[in-house]
């Protein structure tokens, strides 16, 4: 299974965005993890999508879009007209999540869901069938920079025991939070395969190291 590496948005320099974008693809990123935050279903807000248009002009690399919305349902068409490869909806979220997924595919975008660290990987099985991506938190969404919880770590093992055992072995998932070099073998171990760091990857003068030690991280782990 691939891994994939995800620099997460947040923790750039908002200052020389386009700069930081075109940082994180020389660096090797796989793709770009934009956090959209409504101040509602997460205590901050974020950015919309103009920004996430600004990535699609500055980038090839696919755009990953992380809702953390109370109606995600309601800002669909909007963030896939900006160009977002994929749209992660929290199955937390106040809306019809099937429809909500099937709305997403319709438009051409890749759907995918996201669980908080405390909620169990049951919720997302009967939703399978209609994502490509399961992603889940290893923080409480709303800020980089926060210490890893390890708590989803069994929840992920059990998510990629029951996606072999009933045909979803191509299932993506992904970690999300306080994923860095200390953090990342443990969620390879679990059976993540996509990895969203923010402050991790941005705060180094390295970057392209940094994702190089990652990869071999995951590799040996
Ligand atoms: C948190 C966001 C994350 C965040 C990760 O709500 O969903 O994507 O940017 O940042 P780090 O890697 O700094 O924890
Ligand atoms: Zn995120």
């Known amino acids: 299974m691939q891994s994939i590496i ?22 090797g990123a796989d793709a770009i993890h934009l956090d959209i935050m409504d101040g509602t279903f997460v205590p901050n807000i974020s950015f ?9 002009k500055t980038t090839k690399l696919p755009l990953n879009v992380h809702l953390m919305l ?4 309601l800002f ?36 995918a869901l996201v669980l908080n660290p405390l909620t169990p990987h049951t919720a997302v099985i009967p939703y399978l069938e209609l994502v490509d991506e399961i992603m889940y938190m290893t923080v409480f969404p709303g800020y980089g ?35 860095d070099r200390n953090t990342i073998s443990q969620c390879a171990q679990a059976g993540a395969n996509e990895f969203v ?19 071999q991280l995951i590799e040996q782990k």
């Open 76 to 111: 669909i068409e909007p963030f896939a007209n900006a160009g977002a490869t994929t749209i992660q909806i929290h199955v937390e979220s106040s809306c019809n999540i099937k429809q909500t997924l099937q709305h997403i595919r319709s438009l051409g975008v890749s759907p």
């Open 145 to 179: 920079g926060q210490k890893f919880k390890p708590e989803p770590l069994p929840e992920i093992r059990k998510l990629r025991d029951y996606a072999n055992a009933n045909g979803f072995d191509k299932l993506n998932i992904m970690v999300d939070g306080g994923v």
């Open 70 to 73: 109370s109606r995600p349902d």
């Open 197 to 215: 760091a923010g402050t991790a990857l941005f705060s180094q003068q390295d970057m392209a190291a940094e994702i190089t030690l990652f990869r």
């Open 48 to 56: 919309g999508p103009a920004i996430v248009k600004l990535c699609k």
């Open 6 to 27: 995800l620099p997460s948005l947040l923790a750039a320099d908002f200052g020389q965005l386009t700069n930081e974008i075109l940082r994180a693809e020389n660096a």
